[in-house]
């Protein structure tokens, strides 16, 4: 069973920058596609950023230009750099497989941006 774990997440003045870390356990990382997802209060969760085994990367157009996705299949460990970060980036951010999430969510991590 592989197991997500998220982490790097703070609260940010309006303008900051954050960068988050997703460690997956299992061997299946490396051929797996991945992705940033994010839920803000009262809000479906949204896919952000994807990145396949191949290292071909995608936004979406909320966040394109300002974060930055990327992998170490070494390290089992898939980033999310953001910068430039706004308050409507708030949100609990998750990390799972795309198109589909296909292993059981992390506990996610809170990014707080302020105004």
């Known amino acids: 069973q592989v197991q997500l774990v998220e982490s790097g997440g703070g609260l940010v003045q309006s303008g900051g920058s954050l960068r988050l870390s997703c460690a997956a356990s299992g061997s299946i990382f490396s051929i797996a596609a991945m992705g940033w997802y994010r839920q803000a209060p009262g809000k479906q969760r949204e896919l952000v950023a994807s990145?396949?085994?191949?290292?071909?990367?995608n936004y979406a157009d909320s966040v394109k230009g300002r974060f930055t996705i990327s992998r170490d299949n070494a390290k089992n460990t898939v980033y999310l750099q953001m910068s430039s970060l706004k308050p409507e980036d708030t949100a609990v951010y998750y990390c799972n497989t795309v198109p589909s999430a296909i292993y059981d969510w992390g506990q996610g991590t809170q990014v707080t941006v302020s105004s």
């Open positions: 990145i396949t085994s191949g290292y071909r990367t």
